[in-house]
């Protein structure tokens, strides 16, 4: 019987690390980006991530929110992650900004999309992509590459590790520890007090 209990510890006390490692993973990906696709101050001491769709009404409205609060708070990091929710046209515009990275134009490139004064389309975007700076055929061939197919699988997958279903979906945290999810829009005033909440003033 001691044995048996012995044993049962053991297992749990495994399952428990396999669990936490997991957990770990998943929260150092939620904070990943690389410099060319970092808002804000890339060394700040708190986070926000951002899922979003380049096509959510929701997700443009929060735009210069966004904006404001980053010039509120010159202590966050913003990293953004694609969630295509609305459809084909998502899939493509949200390869186009993960394409964009291998141009070094993500940011350019984003905020194009996300103050767009008309609906985007296939070639509204590559209209985009050459105000934004960047060749256009290049573009289109990274979108249709298998390393682009596969960086958005992993968005996909980080997505649903994280139980993001719609757009905009918001993490506000400090690397490494628990972050507070926020769903859909978000007045400046909360996102501001949830980053004050996190840096424990």
Known sequence: MRLYNFKTIIIILVLATLTACSSNEQTKALYHALLT????????KITLVEFY??????????????????????ELRVVYHQKAVLGELSVYAAKAMIAAKG??????FRELLMTSPKP???????????????NPNLLEQAIQSID???????????ATAWDVVGTPT???????????????YQSKEKLIQVINQQLGK
């Open 120 to 134: 985007l389309t296939k070639k509204l975007i590559k209209q985009y992509a050459i105000q934004a700076q960047m």
């Open 148 to 158: 682009v197919q596969k960086a958005y699988d992993k968005e996909q997958t980080l």
């Open 103 to 108: 141009q070094d134009r993500f940011l350019a």
């Open 170 to 184: 918001y993490f506000i945290g400090i690397p490494n520890r628990q972050p507070v999810k926020l769903v859909g």
């Open 37 to 44: 696709n970092t808002d804000g101050n890339p060394t700040g």
């Open 53 to 74: 769709d380049a096509r959510c009404s929701t997700c443009h409205k929060m735009e210069p929110i966004l904006k404001q609060v980053m010039q509120a708070e010159p």
